[in-house]
């Protein structure tokens, strides 16, 4: 046993970091899995590489529980910058078809920081969660030195609903449809609209640069995720559901089929594509579905009611489509472009990270 162990650790040595952003399948099986605490009979959905949601049953409920970064940009605007940072947590909580009803958050604010900008963040959080029908319960607020924007804390939803509400690609099956809304890089997109509005008015003119900050308000995944359960989960509808962060569309197809167990086959040019986001990542040289994404929903949903479920948001104005199925596992990870068949393959690392801290030090 000891030999076996220290095989693991001399192995999680031996692994690549990724240069930056989360760490990969790889690393995390190595040295995360392996290490999670004391057993529990309760646990229904436990940590997996690409599934947001972690689900126990308390009594005769089942409850999710979602942690996240507490991600404050100031130049996005103190407000804008809030709203960001809370629909991140609840994006990922939403993907388990549980409704978030409680937040504990954690803010260890920059020395800077002042009681005017924190109020209008703490503000702009509670009406959020005032909105959605999420209670703060506990937390930690105190401002330290080496704390640093964007990263100035974390926070957990918890989900509650019944047993048969809950959603997770071990609920998938081969024949399920695939559903993107939005399209790639909307994050990617949104951010740099905001950052750099200057330059794309440059390069494309005032109303393009203004329409694309628009992207900015669709970098969440809550509405769609609220929409597409309602017209019905497992046998009746969307089977896991899944927010295409790191790595974007390409890694959250990905993550969504390994975690199901599943291969996939997925048509490119049916991927809807929201305005502006081509031109934004070919100025900054990004390929827009390798590239984070926060606010596209990657959806599994039974064969009978997937087009319902593109309908249903698109009486919430939300762009989607069936962009193809997952398969079984001895067939791949398919993907399907210009006609011809290649592998899908996970894009490890992001390249919005280090195309937007090159504009940054570009200024």
Same mark, same amino acid.
């Given at each position: 046993?000891?030999?076996?162990?220290?095989?693991?650790?001399?192995?999680?040595?031996?692994?690549?970091?990724?240069?930056? @952003?989360?760490?990969?399948?790889?690393?995390?099986?190595?040295?995360?899995?392996?290490?999670?605490?004391?057993?529990? +009979?309760?646990?229904?959905?436990?940590?997996?590489? @690409?599934?947001?949601?972690?689900?126990?049953?308390?009594?005769?409920?089942?409850?999710?529980?979602?942690?996240?970064?507490?991600?404050?940009?100031?130049?996005?605007?103190?407000?804008?910058?809030?709203?960001?940072?809370?629909?991140?947590?609840?994006?990922?909580?939403?993907?388990?078809?549980?409704?978030?009803?409680?937040?504990?958050?954690?803010?260890?604010?920059?020395?800077?920081?002042?009681?005017?900008?924190?109020?209008?963040?703490?503000?702009?959080?509670?009406?959020?969660?005032?909105?959605?029908?999420?209670?703060?319960?506990?937390?930690?607020?105190?401002?330290?030195?080496?704390?640093?924007?964007?990263?100035?804390?974390?926070?957990?939803?918890?989900?509650? @609903?019944?047993?048969?509400?809950?959603?997770?690609?071990?609920?998938?099956?081969?024949?399920?449809?695939?559903?993107?809304?939005?399209?790639?890089?909307?994050?990617?997109?949104?951010?740099?609209?905001?950052?750099?509005?200057?330059?794309?008015? +440059?390069?494309?003119?005032?109303?393009?640069?203004?329409?694309?900050?628009?992207?900015?308000?669709?970098?969440?995944?809550?509405?769609?995720?609220?929409?597409?359960?309602?017209?019905?989960?497992?046998?009746?509808?969307?089977?896991?559901?899944?927010?295409?962060?790191?790595?974007?569309?390409?890694?959250?197809?990905?993550?969504?089929?390994?975690?199901?167990?599943?291969?996939?086959?997925?048509?490119?040019?049916?991927?809807?594509?929201?305005?502006?986001?081509?031109?934004?990542?070919?100025?900054?040289?990004?390929?827009?579905?390798?590239?984070?994404?926060?606010?596209?929903?990657?959806?599994?949903?039974?064969?009978?009611?997937?087009?319902?479920?593109?309908?249903?948001?698109?009486?919430?104005?939300?762009?989607?489509?069936?962009?193809?199925?997952?398969?079984?596992?001895?067939?791949?990870?398919?993907?399907?472009?210009?006609?011809?068949?290649?592998?899908?393959?996970?894009?490890?690392?992001?390249?919005?990270?280090?195309?937007?801290?090159?504009?940054?030090?570009?200024?």
């Amino acid at each position: 046993m000891k030999e076996q162990k220290k095989q693991t650790i001399q192995s999680a040595n031996n692994a690549e970091m990724p240069e930056i @952003g989360k760490i990969s399948p790889e690393i995390f099986t190595e040295v995360i899995f392996p290490r999670l605490g004391a057993k529990s +009979k309760d646990i229904i959905v436990g940590p997996q590489h @690409g599934v947001d949601v972690g689900i126990v049953t308390i009594g005769d409920k089942a409850v999710s529980f979602t942690t996240d970064p507490v991600f404050i940009v100031p130049q996005y605007g103190w407000e804008r910058a809030a709203w960001f940072a809370i629909h991140i947590i609840i994006s990922d909580s939403v993907t388990s078809g549980l409704k978030p009803k409680y937040l504990s958050i954690d803010l260890n604010l920059p020395m800077d920081m002042t009681k005017e900008q924190l109020l209008i963040v703490w503000d702009t959080i509670h009406k959020e969660c005032e909105k959605l029908g999420i209670t703060v319960i506990t937390g930690h607020t105190a401002r330290y030195e080496n704390c640093n924007y964007p990263m100035v804390g974390g926070a957990t939803i918890v989900g509650v @609903g019944e047993m048969d509400e809950y959603v997770t690609p071990r609920l998938a099956k081969a024949g399920d449809k695939i559903i993107i809304s939005k399209g790639p890089a909307i994050e990617a997109s949104g951010i740099f609209a905001t950052m750099f509005p200057a330059l794309l008015e +440059k390069k494309f003119g005032k109303d393009f640069s203004k329409k694309a900050q628009d992207i900015f308000y669709k970098m969440s995944i809550v509405e769609d995720a609220m929409t597409a359960i309602k017209v019905g989960v497992r046998e009746n509808g969307i089977t896991a559901m899944h927010d295409a962060t790191e790595c974007g569309i390409w890694g959250g197809l990905y993550e969504i089929a390994q975690a199901a167990g599943l291969g996939v086959r997925i048509e490119k040019e049916k991927i809807v594509v929201e305005d502006c986001v081509p031109e934004i990542c070919d100025y900054f040289g990004i390929d827009p579905y390798a590239s984070i994404s926060e606010g596209t929903m990657i959806a599994s949903c039974r064969a009978h009611k997937a087009e319902a479920v593109v309908k249903a948001l698109a009486k919430k104005s939300i762009k989607s489509s069936v962009v193809g199925e997952l398969i079984d596992a001895k067939k791949g990870m398919v993907l399907v472009e210009g006609g011809k068949e290649k592998e899908l393959k996970h894009p490890i690392v992001d390249p919005f990270w280090r195309a937007f801290y090159d504009a940054m030090a570009k200024g």
